[in-house]
T-cell receptor, first 114, second 114 residues
Framework: NAGVTQTPKFQVLKTGQSMTLQCAQD?????MYWYRQDPGMGLRLIYY???????DKGEVPNGYNVSRLNKREFSLRLESAAPSQTSVYFC?????????????FGEGSWLTVV | GNSVTQMEGPVTLSEEAFLTINCTYT??????LFWYVQYPGEGLQLLLK?????DKGSNKGFEATYRKETTSFHLEKGSVQVSDSAVYFC?????????????FGKGTMLLVSP
């Protein structure tokens, strides 16, 4: 009953380092998302993938890249980490992008950039 | 664009008290509305949802009614428990800049004391 699995759960980076957050879902969902959560800001969409082979920018894409590796996996890459990217990152998925579809979230990845 | 406004917290209640967390929204078209809950150190879990006007979502004693005339989706529970202590997010899903994904409120922390 895994749902959405993301790794790593915790990571500390130095400014300028790069890293990739991995995400996989086992619900055969078509759409996948990356959000970041900051205190007092709620969750904001970074990138999403409506279906395998497509990716699009969300609300706050700057400083990030994504790859939809296959239907199950959607990774988020920070090429040159900055302190402003210290946040909690959530991967999510849904059957499709229709308004009524529920979006299911992973447990989060806590990233600190020093 | 779409937006969600929910009451600021923390909301502090004694066990068995009545809970209301207000949520109002701005959206074009006919969004779906959601409440998510986040327990400490965990990801977001769907609590309930409503996909059209006058629908009532309910789960675990919580309920919320989709009110199009007042653009609201207030969360209520008749008798809260200590285990309900968490952060609650109101969200809508509708078209926003050409894509359909979740727009979140900033979250309301609920603290329930014995």
């Amino acid at each position: 009953n895994a749902g959405v699995t993301q790794t790593p759960k915790f990571q500390v980076l130095k400014t300028g380092q790069s890293m990739t957050l991995q995400c996989a879902q086992d619900m055969n969902h078509n759409s996948m998302y990356w959000y970041r959560q900051d205190p007092g800001m709620g969750l904001r969409l970074i990138y999403y993938s409506a279906s395998e082979g497509t990716t699009d920018k969300g609300e706050v894409p700057n400083g990030y890249n994504v790859s939809r590796l296959n239907k199950r996996e959607f990774s988020l890459r920070l090429e040159s980490a900055a302190p402003s990217q210290t946040s909690v990152y959530f991967c999510a998925s849904s059957e499709a992008t229709r308004a009524g579809n529920t979006i299911y979230f992973g447990e989060g990845s806590w990233l600190t950039v020093v | 664009g779409n937006s969600v406004t929910q009451m600021e917290g923390p909301v502090t209640l004694s066990e068995e008290a009545f809970l209301t967390i207000n949520c109002t929204y701005t959206a074009t078209g006919y969004p779906s509305l959601f409440w998510y809950v986040q327990y400490p150190g965990e990801g977001l879990q769907l609590l309930l949802k409503a996909t059209k006007a006058d629908d009532k979502g309910s789960n675990k004693g919580f309920e919320a009614t989709y009110r199009k005339e007042t653009t609201s989706f207030h969360l209520e529970k008749g008798s809260v428990q200590v285990s309900d202590s968490a952060v609650y997010f109101c969200a809508l899903r509708g078209l926003n800049s050409g894509y359909s994904t979740l727009t979140f409120g900033k979250g309301t922390m609920l603290l329930v004391s014995p």
